[in-house]
């Protein structure tokens, strides 16, 4: 069994700062990329940001220069650090990982619960 559990969310004035964060737990043998992903409403969900095993990451345009994502890799934790928030911000977040469980000869993208992030003008 293989969990991603989202923190960090809240309510903040434009441009203020939140920092998300993603653990993943359970009998997990490898992860590959790690990443954010929000969802608006009456929108599709997007990309907000990824990042490899190795380090090497990617932004949705929106967000460059803004966002920063990272991982701490021993402990399976991929964070998110938002500043300057607009209220075009404003969504559902979701975490997601490219994970291996031990029980499993393939990797399957795992998904958060989401945590509610509103920008307030």
């Known amino acids: 069994q293989v969990q991603l559990v989202e923190s960090g969310g809240g309510l903040v004035l434009a441009g203020g700062s939140l920092r998300l964060s993603c653990a993943a737990s359970g009998t997990i043998f490898n992860i590959n990329a790690m990443g954010w992903y929000r969802q608006a409403p009456g929108k599709q969900r997007e990309l907000v940001a990824t990042?490899?095993?190795?380090?090497?990451?990617n932004y949705a345009d929106s967000v460059k220069g803004r966002f920063t994502i990272s991982r701490d890799a021993p402990n399976a934790t991929v964070y998110l650090q938002m500043n300057s928030l607009k209220p075009e911000d404003t969504a559902v977040y979701y975490c997601n990982a490219d994970i291996m469980a031990f029980s499993s000869s393939y990797y399957y993208a795992y998904w958060g619960q989401g945590t509610q992030v509103t920008v307030s003008s």
């Open positions: 990042i490899t095993s190795g380090g090497s990451a």
